[in-house]
């Protein structure tokens, strides 16, 4: 799978919004077939930064990703509210799932 993390820094007056101005854009993009999520937070230690999650099943899923109307549209839209360009970090990994993680396993 693509494994994608990006980092938004929101514009200060547009952050309580956030998750609005980038609703119908998080919207399209689950609905893809190959999209595996598709998830938004927000940071903890700063109001106006946004952490992104995603993943898509396979390169051909994320190329298909980046030629959709919805993408073109948020490339337009999206911008404009943002303080900086995002920053990602993109990976290929094995799987199609979550792992689970050991070191803090739930017994039970």
């Given at each position: ?70 993408f073109s549209a948020a490339r337009r839209e999206l911008p404009p509210h943002l ?26």
């Amino acid at each position: 799978m693509i494994f994608i993390t990006a980092k938004f820094q929101v514009r200060h007056e547009d952050a309580e919004r956030w998750p609005q101005i980038s609703a119908s854009f998080t919207e399209a993009t689950r609905s893809e077939p190959g999209c595996l999520w598709f998830e938004w937070s927000r940071s903890l230690d700063d109001p106006d930064e946004y952490v992104l999650v995603e993943a898509f099943r396979d390169d051909a899923a994320g190329a298909a990703h980046v030629k959709t109307d919805h993408f073109s549209a948020a490339r337009r839209e999206l911008p404009p509210h943002l303080a900086s360009t995002p920053r990602i970090v993109n990976f290929s990994v094995p799987g199609e799932d979550w792992s689970l993680l050991g070191e803090l396993a739930v017994e039970g």
